[in-house]
């Protein structure tokens, strides 16, 4: 479905997991996010959605360098909760086993409670509006948001009135966990070897079982390196990261090694290269995928590549930055003869206050009020929300124009 452009999926969730973030507030917020973001997409784009939330494991963060300076003393970097703590002590900052197993905890308690708040009804799309709108207070996302709901609303009743029971298939969904698999030791001991759900034989194979979706990062992608050792061997659907860094031949190569088969689907590629670059890089990959016979999922991650810092030394990112990749993005693959499967973003579904731009104007003076992230900046549930209708409407334009080009 997305690797043939009749659908596209979405991932989204934090940067990186703390454990504190496993209570029930905000567990909801990300969800009822996820389910608005999506709802928007299916509305607008008229296109199915693959819900995937980065979250119940999305803990480890590479790091750029091993070591820090913090008031003049040196110390590990925080490299995530499930190895150290992000309080700035040697002590602190000390890498402590016992955290991946805190790790599977609460990877376990969010993925469960979860499932009962779907199987709950909370996903229920009678109820849409019980979803809240939360820190969305811009009038004209509010307004837009309310619309579709209404018009939901009334299809629902259509179907009602002429005898279709709507309240199977509507009450809840599908909605799959994914991380990046950068601690291979966390994911190793997860690994499973289980019988192949869609085989009428007997055949197994090895699933990683710590997540539904796991993707190589930017960083560990080497053709000889653990990493790529690991994912060639599992069958589980997965990613790769990829940059202005990795050349056509090595993209192919890897393609080689992680998926010999062929698998339609099994690999996205997810790429990060800013929107300044984007145009400069991206044609060549499609290029070389195309040439290769590999059919992949691709997807765009805009957040990536357009991290900067203010004069302050603040780390930001601009809407304008995000929403420009995704963009260029949609009519990239489009010239290419190719499909945007989907998209990759860091958000939040508190009210912080770390990317600039969108509908609230928000500016690098005010990046302070609710600065609370321990990694990358996200964008904040007005800004996300306030995305997927502008990258809803991209799609509609560009199915608008095929099928005029169709009818000439």
């Not at 589980?236 to 190569?253: C, R």
């Not at 973003?345 to 690098?364: H, I, M, Q, S």
Request: aromatic share 8%; hydrophobic share 35%.
């Amino acid at each position: 479905m997305t690797d043939t452009g009749t659908g596209t999926d979405t991932v989204q969730g934090d940067c990186a997991e703390l454990f504190d973030y496993c209570n029930m507030d905000m567990i909801e917020a990300k969800v009822k996010l996820l389910l608005q973001m999506s709802l928007v997409l299916i509305w607008g784009a008229n296109k199915p959605v693959v819900r995937i939330a980065r979250i119940a494991g999305q803990f480890a963060k590479p790091r750029s360098s091993p070591m820090e300076t913090i008031d003049g003393v040196e110390m590990p970097s925080f490299r995530g909760d499930n190895i150290n703590g992000f309080d700035a002590t040697p002590e602190s900052r000390k890498p402590d086993p016992s955290r991946l197993v805190s790790a599977y905890f609460h990877s376990a308690a969010t993925l469960n409670y979860m499932r009962a708040s779907l199987s709950s009804g909370l996903a229920d799309l009678h109820s849409p509006l019980d979803w809240g709108l939360g820190h969305v207070i811009t009038p004209s996302i509010r307004e837009k948001y309310t619309r579709i709901v209404n018009r939901v609303k009334d299809a629902l009743r259509f179907m009602q009135t002429v005898g279709i029971d709507t309240d199977r298939g509507v009450e809840t969904v599908d909605i799959y966990t994914s991380h990046e698999g950068l601690l291979l030791e966390y994911e190793q001991s997860l690994l499973r070897h289980l019988k192949n759900p869609d085989s009428p034989s007997t055949t197994h194979s090895y699933y990683a079982t710590s997540s539904h979706f796991l993707w190589i990062g930017d960083r560990t992608r080497q053709l000889n390196g653990a990493h790529v050792e690991f994912f060639r061997g599992i069958a589980n659907p997965i990613g790769i990261k990829i940059g202005p860094s990795m050349t056509p031949a090595e993209l192919t190569s890897l393609l080689d090694i992680v998926n010999p088969a062929r698998e339609i689907g099994k690999v996205t590629l997810i790429s990060r290269y800013g929107a300044a670059k984007i145009s400069q890089y991206l044609p060549a990959h499609i290029a070389a995928v195309q040439a290769s016979g590999h059919i992949p999922v691709w997807q765009c991650d805009p957040m990536h590549g357009n991290t900067q810092a203010t004069p302050s030394g603040v780390k930001t990112r601009h809407f304008s930055d995000i929403l420009s990749e995704l963009k260029q993005a949609l009519e990239i693959h489009r010239a290419a003869g190719s499909f945007l499967g989907g998209m990759h973003l860091e958000l939040t579904g508190e009210a912080v206050t770390e990317c600039v731009g969108g509908a609230g104007g928000l500016t690098e003076e005010g990046l302070s009020e609710r600065y609370t992230t321990f990694c990358d900046p996200r964008l904040n549930e007005k800004q996300a929300l306030e995305l997927a209708f502008l990258v809803a409407g991209f799609y509609r334009e560009l199915d608008e124009e095929l099928a005029e080009d169709e009818s000439i």
